[in-house]
């Protein structure tokens, strides 16, 4: 049997062991956190259907259980040899393990909105994240600084995407559709709040996302409005102040908000750049590159080591899954 | 015949783009090509000095600037006092001052 080791156990490393073990293939499928699915147990609803994240995290967790697949946590993998026609992974600890093919599948990670000072975010209470907004409605509770209920939130596209001062002038391609997501999941909490995305393009690329952007408007009273907010201070009463123009009436505008979500990008998690750079496969950003973006798209320039999912670039759940299913499709007519 | 309201909200003209003079629009983008990267975002807009005293749109003027509607625009650059604060906050990374600086010029020269 041909031993194949997954680096992450994300949605895509998951996916690919499953098809991976049911083909017969011995999965060792290595995860840095102490549970897989890091990436997924804290958010709340998911787009496009809206299930819930818990429920999302239980199916692929079954998809753990077969006899051809170990599964090791806490275990950090920083490098990867190819010798001999085998490859030799290397721990944090300076452990190593073999396998025939290796495929990473180690993700991304979060934009860090400090690096974004003007927009205040860990000086202003009232200055939160996407995902500090998924966790309060996972918990069903958006309160603002002062522990009230909010009367206005006021969302931020392209936090640390598409902005050369963040050194990143790539989308992040999911986070509109968060947006709108977000913003329909707190108007179900929050039924008199006023709620308001600041978008310079609003891509609803996915199928049903144009529709989901249109029910915001239609049933969930969600109020769009196109320009860049520059600037966030606070008021002396715990809100936000911004600042943005509005540029399709072509005016200056400011107002306060109780709530700033910032919508950060998606970059290179810290696993992803240290294998990106020790396998010389690194791409823009540090993303992992691929050979050729059409049809050796999960091949990387290092025989034997292949690639899945967020790694790569900014990728939805759908396509990281359908991505790992040709990830582990390319393995396995590459080991015959 | 139409009926009039007594305001109007929009101006009359239409934008010819058969008609429109884009030599001006051209020099300048030789002289500055960081001008061809503006997404009109309005952060520099938001942030900018002299709208907070006066009624001043620097991304619009760029705007009527690349679409060859000149007329007015040496008036409305007058008001920048070439702080600087837009090209902080330009996410595509448009280096303003010199842009401003070279529109004027353009805009005075035959
Ligand atoms: C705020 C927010 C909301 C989102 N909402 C949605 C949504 O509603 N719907 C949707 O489709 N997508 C959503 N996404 C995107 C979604 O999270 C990603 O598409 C998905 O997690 C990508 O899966 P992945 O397997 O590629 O990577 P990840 O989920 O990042 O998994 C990578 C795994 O690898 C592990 N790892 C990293 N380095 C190492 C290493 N060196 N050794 C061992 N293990 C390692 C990590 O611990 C992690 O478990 C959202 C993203 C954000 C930021
Ligand atoms: S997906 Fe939307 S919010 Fe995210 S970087 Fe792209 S344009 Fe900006
Ligand atoms: S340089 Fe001019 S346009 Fe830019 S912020 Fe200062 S006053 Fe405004
Ligand atoms: S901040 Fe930069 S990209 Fe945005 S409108 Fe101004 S010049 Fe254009």
Same mark, same amino acid.
């Given at each position: ?68 697949? =170990? ?135 996915? =199928? ?6 249109? =029910? ?85 320039? =290092? ?34 | ?15 010819? *783009? ?84 070279? *529109? ?7």
């Amino acid at each position: 049997m041909k031993k194949i080791a997954i680096i992450g156990a994300g949605p895509a490393g998951i996916e690919a062991a499953s098809i991976l073990a049911a083909h017969n293939f011995e999965v060792t499928l290595f995860e840095k956190s102490s549970t897989p699915l890091s990436n997924i147990l804290d958010k709340a609803f998911l787009f496009p259907s809206s299930v819930a994240a818990a429920d999302l995290v239980d199916e692929l967790n079954a998809k753990l259980l077969h006899d051809n697949i =170990q599964l090791i946590c806490e275990k950090e993998i920083v490098n990867i040899k190819e010798t001999n026609d085998e490859c030799k992974l290397f721990d944090k600890d300076g452990k190593t393990y073999f396998a025939s093919k290796v495929l990473i599948t180690t993700g991304y990670t979060i934009f860090d909105a400090h690096r974004k000072e003007e927009l205040g975010y860990g000086i202003y209470k009232g200055v939160i994240s996407s995902l500090d907004l998924e966790k309060m409605i996972r918990h069903k509770q958006i309160k603002n600084s002062i522990d009230e209920l909010p009367q206005r939130i006021t969302f931020l596209q392209c936090v640390g995407s598409r902005d050369e001062k963040s050194g990143n002038n790539y989308c992040s391609k999911i986070c509109c559709v968060t947006a709108v997501k977000q913003a329909i999941e707190a108007r179900k909490l929050l039924p008199q709040a006023e709620i308001y995305i600041f978008y310079m393009d609003l891509r609803m690329w996915g =199928q049903t996302f144009e529709e989901l952007y249109r =029910q915001s408007q239609e049933e969930y009273d969600i109020r769009y409005i196109r320009g860049r907010i520059s600037e966030a201070s606070a008021t002396f009463d715990g809100k936000v102040q911004i600042k943005s123009e509005d540029t399709l009436i072509g005016q200056p505008l400011k107002m306060t908000t109780d709530l700033l979500v910032l919508m950060c990008g998606m970059e290179p998690s810290p696993g992803t750049k240290t294998l990106a750079e020790n396998c010389q496969i690194a791409g823009d950003y540090h993303f992992i590159q691929t050979i050729d973006p059409h049809l050796h798209d999960n091949e990387t320039a =290092q025989t034997g080591i292949y690639v899945a999912g967020s790694a790569k670039r900014p990728m939805s759940i759908r396509d990281t899954l359908s991505d790992a299913a040709a990830a582990a499709m390319q393995i396995m007519s590459d080991c015959q | 015949m139409a009926i009039s309201f007594g305001f109007t909200i929009s101006q009359t003209r239409v934008v010819n *783009m058969d008609n429109c003079d884009f030599g001006k629009l051209h020099q300048l983008e030789r002289i500055t090509p960081s001008f061809k990267k503006c997404m009109n975002c309005g952060a520099c807009t938001a942030t900018c000095s002299a709208q907070q005293f006066v009624s001043f749109n620097i991304r619009k003027v760029k705007s009527l600037y690349t679409m060859g509607q000149l007329g007015g625009l040496d008036k409305e650059l007058a008001k920048c006092m070439l702080c600087g604060k837009c090209t902080l906050v330009c996410p595509r990374g448009l280096n303003l001052r010199p842009i401003i600086m070279n *529109m004027r010029k353009l805009l005075t020269t035959k």
